[in-house]
């Protein structure tokens, strides 16, 4: 049985819409936050996950990649947030605080402070689901992500900024906050390319039934239903050329951190089932 992890934020669901509302018998779904199926994914406990895009270049001799789906943006994301009491390139040298949920957002963080703006600030990590504004608690700026990012409401005079419409307007490219990563041993099974045809068949199965699964899951993500069809409908979900190039930008700037290796093309899974 092929071991499929499935990010709980509603950004995750219209590529699993299908695979969570008719569950297959031939599909375990684990569900949790980014950095835990990042985990998960590396100690082998599952077998694909759209996990975190700088996993990619951390694990490339360990993972390959699905063809065809990501969680991205081309601009605003709404739900990668950059919250702050300054302006951002005021932001040198004080406490910036980041989530540990995430991984591929902390490190876009640090490419438009510390490349794009030529800044060092101090960096701290915090857990988002604690209830406390880590800006009321003495830090000049917080990077919240997911839903959490989403229904947050910013009081009067904090800056925010998009993280996806910032990086865009940095580099004119799109940007893959995630891509489905497949572990070596089940690259080329059957199984595999079962998935992947299912992945595919659920992205679409979902545009056609986006509407009312908006109404029906309002709810469990906490937000108005128009609100949720908006965002769904705002993010892109095809590896097409020029997330490719996003992507792989991203990765040349994350190794000039240190954050990964050099990633100079995708690794392809092979989803031909022979």
């Given at each position: 049985?092929?071991?499929?992890?499935h990010?709980?934020?509603?950004?995750?669901?219209?590529?699993?819409?299908?695979l969570?509302v008719?569950?297959?018998?031939?599909?375990?779904v684990?569900?949790a936050?980014p950095?835990?199926?990042?985990?998960a994914?590396?100690?082998g406990?599952?077998?694909?996950?759209?996990?975190?895009?700088?996993?990619?270049?951390?694990?490339?001799?360990d993972?390959?990649?699905?063809?065809?789906?990501v969680?991205g943006?081309?601009g605003p994301v709404?739900?990668?947030?950059?919250?702050?009491?300054?302006?951002?390139?005021?932001?040198?040298?004080?406490r910036?605080?980041?989530?540990?949920?995430?991984?591929?957002?902390?490190?876009?963080?640090?490419t438009l402070?510390?490349?794009?703006s030529g800044?060092?600030?101090r960096?701290?990590?915090?857990d988002?689901?604690?209830?406390?504004?880590?800006?009321?608690d003495?830090?000049?700026?917080v990077?919240?992500?997911?839903?959490?990012?989403l229904?947050?409401?910013a009081?009067?005079?904090?800056?925010?900024?998009?993280l996806g419409?910032v990086w865009?307007?940095?580099?004119g490219?799109?940007?893959?906050?995630?891509?489905?990563?497949?572990?070596?041993?089940?690259?080329g099974?059957?199984?595999?390319?079962?998935?992947?045809?299912?992945?595919?068949d659920?992205?679409s199965?979902?545009?056609?039934?986006?509407?009312?699964?908006?109404?029906?899951?309002?709810?469990?993500?906490?937000?108005?239903s128009?609100?949720l069809?908006?965002?769904?409908?705002?993010?892109?979900?095809?590896?097409d050329d020029?997330?490719?190039?996003?992507?792989l930008?991203?990765?040349?700037l994350?190794?000039?951190?240190?954050?990964?290796?050099?990633?100079?093309?995708?690794?392809?899974?092979n989803?031909?089932?022979?």
């Amino acid at each position: 049985m092929m071991r499929l992890g499935h990010i709980e934020y509603s950004n995750c669901f219209p590529v699993h819409a299908r695979l969570i509302v008719e569950p297959r018998s031939d599909l375990a779904v684990v569900t949790a936050i980014p950095s835990v199926l990042n985990a998960a994914l590396a100690r082998g406990e599952i077998d694909v996950a759209p996990c975190s895009s700088i996993e990619l270049a951390r694990h490339s001799s360990d993972y390959r990649v699905l063809p065809d789906v990501v969680i991205g943006a081309d601009g605003p994301v709404q739900s990668i947030l950059l919250e702050s009491a300054r302006p951002i390139d005021e932001l040198h040298d004080v406490r910036v605080m980041l989530p540990t949920a995430s991984a591929t957002s902390v490190v876009l963080l640090r490419t438009l402070l510390e490349l794009r703006s030529g800044l060092q600030p101090r960096y701290a990590w915090y857990d988002q689901r604690e209830v406390v504004d880590p800006i009321d608690d003495g830090a000049v700026a917080v990077l919240r992500i997911g839903d959490v990012a989403l229904r947050r409401e910013a009081p009067p005079g904090r800056y925010v900024y998009d993280l996806g419409e910032v990086w865009t307007a940095w580099t004119g490219l799109p940007f893959a906050f995630a891509v489905w990563q497949v572990r070596a041993e089940v690259d080329g099974t059957r199984e595999l390319a079962t998935l992947h045809e299912a992945l595919l068949d659920s992205r679409s199965w979902f545009g056609d039934h986006d509407e009312r699964l908006a109404h029906e899951y309002a709810a469990h993500f906490g937000m108005p239903s128009d609100r949720l069809l908006a965002y769904w409908r705002s993010l892109r979900y095809e590896l097409d050329d020029r997330m490719q190039q996003g992507a792989l930008h991203y990765y040349a700037l994350a190794a000039s951190l240190d954050e990964a290796a050099p990633l100079g093309a995708l690794p392809w899974a092979n989803v031909a089932g022979v």
